[in-house]
């Protein structure tokens, strides 16, 4: 039931441009497939923190994430860190807590007062 969610990770990596990707992916089917939301080759040498807004995860009961590097044989190189992972979203508000002292009601039995 949650909505607006993200998956936010700090990361590194080093591949052979244009040959070898570091993909972000998500499913909505707990694992049956895979779409991915972004990509990465080449060289980033520095952690980087990321922040990837996953809309299509909002309110699914069977969503998963992965991170899944794709490589060939043709040069070998240092690979990709992921690190710091978090998965965030917003928990459905409960409407009828919100006013819970009978205020939208106009029933003031449950109303107290207090001095501060």
């Known amino acids: 039931e949650y909505t607006g969610v993200s998956l936010e990770f700090q990361h590194q990596y080093v591949t052979e441009s244009g040959w070898d990707y570091c993909h972000v992916e998500y499913s909505t089917d707990n694992g049956s497939t895979w779409t991915t939301v972004t990509s ?3 060289t980033q040498s520095s952690w ?6 996953v ?4 309110g699914v009961a069977q969503g998963r994430s992965r991170f899944r590097l794709e490589t060939d ?6 690979g990709w860190h992921v ?7 917003a928990a459905p508000v409960a409407l009828g ?3 819970g002292d009978g205020f939208e009601s106009g029933d003031s039995s449950a ?4 001095q501060p």
């Open 40 to 42: 990465y080759d080449g």
């Open 48 to 53: 980087q923190a990321v922040s990837l807004e």
């Open 55 to 58: 809309g299509a995860l909002d």
């Open 73 to 78: 044989v043709s040069q070998t190189a240092d």
């Open 83 to 89: 690190d710091d992972i978090v998965v965030r979203g």
């Open 97 to 99: 807590l919100i006013f």
């Open 111 to 114: 109303w107290s007062t207090a």
